[in-house]
C-alpha cells in the first residue's frame, strides 16, 4: 500500500494531534520528537476522537502525507507506543485494535558469524 521498505521505521506521537495539521506543522511536531523530517523515516499522528489519522514519510525526493478517516469504529490508542513496525502500521490502518495493545512482530534478532541468532533489544 505505501510503499515502505523493511528498514523504514514508524514512530507515533504520543499525544493526539489537530487533524487540520498539514505538512508544516506536522514536520515541526517530529522536530519536536528529536527526529529529521527528511531521514525517511515514518510518522504516525492521531486525532483526540481516534477516527482520524495521518502519516508523514520523505520517500527521497519530497514529503508524502496519508490521511484515512474510519467510517466506524476508532483507531487503536499508541499513545504508549513510540516506534511502529511496517506491519503494524498497516494493521493500524486498518483499524486492527491489537496495535499497541499486544507485541504483534518478533523482536529484531541478527545472525553471529557462528552461527547463534542475537535477540536485539
Known amino acids: 500500500m505505501l510503499g515502505l521498505s523493511r528498514r ?9 494531534v489537530d487533524m ?8 515541526a ?5 528529536g527526529h529529521e523530517v ?11 476522537n481516534r477516527h482520524r489519522a495521518k502519516v508523514l514519510w520523505f520517500d527521497g525526493t519530497g514529503l508524502c502525507l496519508l490521511a484515512k478517516r474510519l467510517e466506524k469504529g476508532r483507531f487503536a490508542a499508541v499513545w504508549e507506543t513510540a516506534e511502529l513496525t ?10 486492527s485494535e ?3 495493545q499486544v507485541t504483534l512482530s518478533p ?3 541478527s545472525i553471529e558469524e557462528d552461527g547463534r541468532v542475537q535477540i536485539r533489544r
Open 20 to 27: 487540520r495539521k498539514s505538512f508544516n506543522t506536522l514536520s
Open 29 to 33: 511536531l517530529v522536530l519536536e520528537m
Open 86 to 95: 511496517n506491519t503494524e502500521l498497516m494493521l493500524f490502518l486498518e483499524g
Open 38 to 48: 527528511v531521514a525517511g523515516d515514518a510518522f504516525l499522528f492521531v486525532g483526540k
Open 107 to 109: 523482536p529484531p534478532f
Open 8 to 16: 523504514v521505521r514508524v514512530f507515533a506521537y504520543r499525544t493526539s
Open 98 to 100: 491489537a496495535v499497541g
